[in-house]
């Protein structure tokens, strides 16, 4: 007991205000990288990884075994090579965000009057006539890779043309359309699907909608095809069963901030 005091004692001596800093900095990484990782399968991973460690750990030290214990002492050389692949989307949309965090906004939001009425418009128009669709709308985050997958347009935006894409017998109805700063730059573009399950909309359209929203700030606009649901979807949430006047309030803060709107979801994942 004594010496556990003595040990105490010698530590707390040693502490001062750079020792305050550099733990809370090391706490707020962790918890950081922990939201990066709630609600998606790498949290599973991550629970799966520390209880082996840890029952590993106490097997090794109750019964003094001697080849675990070595193994146990030199996996962290391997652990910095394991760790990158397994969390390698994780640690991506870590960066990403990172390098959104100076950016001063949305460069042609200014140029993106009107748009907010022909996106709903459009979404109010094809939920009515329950033809599917799915609308990304670019932020800071550049969209390249996914438009490369798709079919180029780079077309006025407008009601007329996003009905005549998602008409069910048109062949560039699957998948997204992307909008860049008031023009329909692609449609046809593959996207990637959210590990989470989306609560209500087992459909690939919305399960790829949070994907690209979880891993870039761009913002969806999903229709479903089965009951003609509008829903948005930003910073990795959804929100569903939206009538024209919600959809365009979001869509017109959105259009005039350098954020993406906010999305408070409600107990069953509907949004206000």
Known sequence: MSALLDWL????DRFDPV??????????IIFWLFLLVRNTTAMSLVRGLLFLFGAALLLSTALDLTVLNWALRNSFPEMLIIVPVIFQPEIRRAFERLG????RGWSGRRDNKGVADVLGDAAVELSRQRHGALVVIERDTGLEDYIDTGVRLDAELS????????????????????????????????????????????????RAALGITERT?????VVSEE???????????????????RLYSLLSTMFNSSKAPRLVLDSDGAGP
């Open 9 to 12: 004692r010698d530590t707390f």
């Open 19 to 28: 020792s305050v800093i550099d733990i809370a900095l090391i706490a707020l």
């Open 100 to 103: 959104r965090a100076g950016s």
């Open 159 to 206: 009601e007329q043309l996003l009905e005549g894409i998602f008409y069910r017998n048109s062949p560039l109805h699957d998948n997204a359309a992307i909008v860049r700063e008031g023009r329909l730059i692609a449609a046809n573009c593959l996207l990637p699907l959210s590990e989470r399950p989306v609560r209500g909309h087992p459909g690939t359209r919305h």
């Open 217 to 221: 700030d761009a913002v969806a606009i």
């Open 227 to 245: 009951n003609g649901d509008i829903s948005l979807a930003a910073g990795g949430r959804m929100i569903s069963r939206l009538d024209r006047a």
